[in-house]
């Protein structure tokens, strides 16, 4: 199972920008659809951007515009570019790597939108 790990949170004003990474431990050259997820405090988790193995991305509607996933298969990351953030985007981010026989989770890097 392949290990996520999260680089790039912290603290960011509104309307600011941030970038999010995530190293995985093994290729995911051609195995895993890699995702970004966020959990706000009270909330559930979310679906933010999805990246497919042939590079096909989805965004979550409240990001579309404002948010880029990208993937580095040679280096096995993936990459987070947030934009024109908002104090209620304040969460804790997670990577996720999917393959058909299993599913990642990173630990989670808190964001947080403040002035």
């Known amino acids: 199972q392949v290990q996520l790990v999260e680089f790039g949170g912290g603290v960011v004003q509104p309307g600011g920008v941030l970038r999010l990474s995530c190293a995985a431990s093994e290729s995911i050259f051609g195995n895993y659809t890699m995702a970004w997820y966020r959990q706000a405090p009270g909330k559930q988790r979310e679906l933010v951007a999805i990246i497919s193995i042939g590079g096909t991305v989805n965004y979550a509607n409240s990001v579309k515009g404002r948010f880029t996933i990208s993937r580095d298969n040679a280096k096995n990351t993936v990459s987070l570019q947030m934009k024109s953030m908002k104090v209620e985007e304040t969460a804790v981010y997670y990577c996720?790597?999917?393959?058909?026989?299993?599913?990642?989770w990173g630990r989670g890097i808190q964001v947080t939108v403040s002035s």
């Open positions: 996720y790597a999917e393959e058909i026989a299993s599913r990642s």
